[in-house]
């Protein structure tokens, strides 16, 4: 019996203190009162967020973001904590968004809907968005790329006070990136974003066979005195744009076609001659990229096809260029110089016969 009772004090003694540590441990979310700096403070009724799609120049898609909010527990500051979000959870709706293939941001704010709150207090909630779902991204070439998905987490403060007609939100604040130790930055309402990445390359849909996207440079030599067998160098220089994947590099763009290809940090060298192609792959959508020859109008050639302007890698285009150097035939068009001695002698020759003629008739008369 004694010992009965002595199991029931230690187990109504680990309740206690469980109990006690519980909500100590739930309230460290966000510890401290959001909404006190200068310009962080949002009217009640006007909360949102904003979604940020970035892409590179040449690419183009459509991805649809969905985001997730979490009632928790915080510190209020005055020795209490938040109140219950049970059956109070705030939405946000679905936003798509579509990169045109221009390079530049595309962003949309989208209103946070709070719930109809009864009593005054603190609300607080936890805004993250979900991982974007393969279903979920459209891309006009075919390819799935990648979507880098915003890691960041919001902790948005409703503040609820009574009125002279019932309760009213009074405020809302928000911290960027809180965690179970720490308070989140406090921002304003316009920098509460989710920023999204997407990044395709030139992959092959089947191995061994270029891409359809693949960026190629052809050479073609044409006219009566084009030389079929001749070597042309060329150089093409790859930069690469501001979103990559990771671990990638220019350096890692491979080259098929021909031999003695080089590839140096993105400036590739090459020789072609007529009718041969390099391809290059693995390149991400949105790099620069130029393509110049050494002999270009040089030796009587009129070239076309190079350029040393960059132009950026396209998803929905062909890639590349195609190097034409024409050199037409001679016509002769007169005496040639170099057979004028021996011209002048035939000419010579023949006036010396008509004479001989002339004279021989002369004396016949």
């Not at 009965?4 to 004090?9: E, K, P, Y």
């Not at 960026?215 to 501001?242: I, L």
């Not at 072609?272 to 991400?284: R, W």
């Amino acid at each position: 019996m004694r010992m009965q009772s002595r199991l029931a004090a230690v187990a109504l003694t680990a309740a206690l203190a469980l109990g006690g540590i519980t909500p100590a441990l739930a309230a460290e979310l966000g510890y401290g009162v959001g909404g006190d700096a200068a310009g962080k403070v949002i009217s009640g009724g006007n909360v949102s967020i904003t979604k940020v799609l970035k892409t590179n120049e040449g690419s183009h898609v459509k991805a649809k973001f969905t985001f997730k909010v979490e009632g928790v527990t915080v510190d209020t500051g005055n020795g209490g904590s938040s109140e219950s979000t049970d059956g109070l959870i705030p939405t946000i709706g679905d936003i798509t968004l579509e990169a045109t293939g221009d390079g530049a941001d595309k962003s949309q704010a989208q209103a946070v809907t709070l719930p109809t709150y009864t009593h005054a207090g603190v609300y607080a909630y936890l805004i993250s968005e979900n991982a974007t779902k393969a279903e979920d991204i459209t891309n006009t070439d075919g390819a799935s790329g990648t979507m880098v998905d915003s890691t960041d987490k919001y902790l948005m403060r409703v503040y609820v006070e009574n009125g002279n007609s019932g309760v009213a939100v009074k405020s809302v604040t928000f911290e960027k990136n809180p965690t179970t130790s720490a308070v989140g930055t406090k921002v304003s309402q316009g920098d509460v974003k989710f920023e999204n990445t997407f990044t395709e390359k030139t992959t092959p849909d089947t191995p061994g066979q270029p891409s359809k996207n693949a960026v190629k440079v052809t050479k073609n030599v044409t006219g009566g005195s084009g030389d079929h067998n001749k070597d042309w160098n060329f150089t093409v220089k790859f930069t690469a744009p501001t979103n990559v994947p990771a671990g990638w590099s220019v350096g890692q763009i491979t080259a098929s076609g021909v031999e003695g290809i080089q590839n140096a940090d993105g400036t590739v060298t090459f020789k072609l001659k007529h009718g041969q192609t390099v391809t290059f792959d693995n390149v991400v959508i949105g790099t620069k990229y130029s393509v110049e020859e050494s002999e270009a109008n040089k030796d009587g050639y009129t070239t076309t096809g190079v350029f040393a302007e960059a132009k950026a890698v396209a998803d929905d285009a062909a890639n590349g260029a195609t190097v034409t150097n024409n050199k037409e035939s001679v016509t002769p068009t007169g005496i040639v110089l170099n057979n004028l001695p021996f011209v002048l002698m035939g000419g010579v020759a023949v006036a010396g016969v008509v004479l001989y003629g002339a004279a021989k008739r002369k004396l016949e008369r």
